[in-house]
C-alpha cells in the first residue's frame, strides 16, 4: 500500500490524545497568565466575593480552554461533535470551579486523609515582632506594632500540587467526553 493510499481518518486514541494535549496546554495558560491577579486572591473567599471572582477566572479560563481545543479540532479535521465539544467544555469548566473555591478540595483531601500534604509548603503562622535599639515593640504609623512573617506563600504547596493533579484528572475526563459524545 502506498502511502498516498492510507485512510486518513483519525482514530479515536488520536483524537483523545490531540484534545488532550490542547486542554493541558490552555490549561497551563489560563490558570497562570490569563487568570487576574484580583481572580487569584479572591477566588476562594468565601461568600460572594469568592463566587464571583471563581466564576470570572473560570469564564476566562473555560474560553481558554474552548478556543484551544476549537483550533486542534479544524486544523487537524477531528472527527469531534460540537456536542462533544460543548460537554467536555462543561465537564473542565464544573470541575475547575468546585475545586478553585478551595475549601471544597481541602474538604476532599482532609477526608482522604491528605490534609498534612495539602497544608505542606504553606505559610506558617507565626511572626517575628521587630524591635528597637533598646528591644522595645516597634510600631508602624497606624500605631500597631510592627510584625514581619516567618515565610510567605508559595506555588510549591501540596495544595498547589492537589488543585493541579485534579485539574489533570478532569482535563483527561473532558477530553474522553469531546471525542466519545
Request: aromatic share 8%; hydrophobic share 50%; with cysteine.
Amino acid at each position: 500500500m502506498m502511502l498516498d493510499q492510507l485512510p486518513t481518518a483519525t482514530s479515536p486514541a488520536a483524537s483523545f490524545a490531540a484534545v488532550a494535549v490542547a486542554l493541558v496546554v490552555a490549561h497551563q495558560v489560563a490558570d497562570h497568565w490569563v487568570q487576574s491577579s484580583h481572580q487569584a486572591g479572591h477566588k476562594g473567599k468565601p461568600g460572594w466575593e469568592g463566587r464571583v471572582a471563581c466564576a470570572a477566572h473560570v469564564a476566562s479560563y473555560t474560553l481558554t480552554t474552548t478556543m484551544a481545543v476549537l483550533v486542534v479540532w479544524l486544523a487537524l479535521d477531528l472527527p469531534v461533535t460540537l456536542g462533544g465539544v460543548l460537554l467536555g467544555q462543561a465537564v473542565s469548566a464544573v470541575t475547575h470551579y468546585w475545586a478553585d473555591r478551595r475549601t471544597t478540595l481541602a474538604t476532599l483531601a482532609e477526608r482522604l486523609r491528605l490534609g498534612g500534604f495539602y497544608g505542606l509548603g504553606a505559610p506558617r503562622p507565626a511572626l517575628v515582632a521587630v524591635v528597637d535599639q533598646d528591644g522595645n515593640p516597634a510600631y508602624g504609623a497606624d500605631g500597631q506594632p510592627v510584625v514581619i512573617p516567618v515565610d510567605g506563600g508559595t506555588l510549591g504547596t501540596g495544595a498547589y500540587a492537589l488543585d493541579q493533579s485534579w485539574h489533570y484528572a478532569w482535563l483527561g475526563v473532558a477530553a474522553l467526553v469531546t471525542v466519545l459524545v
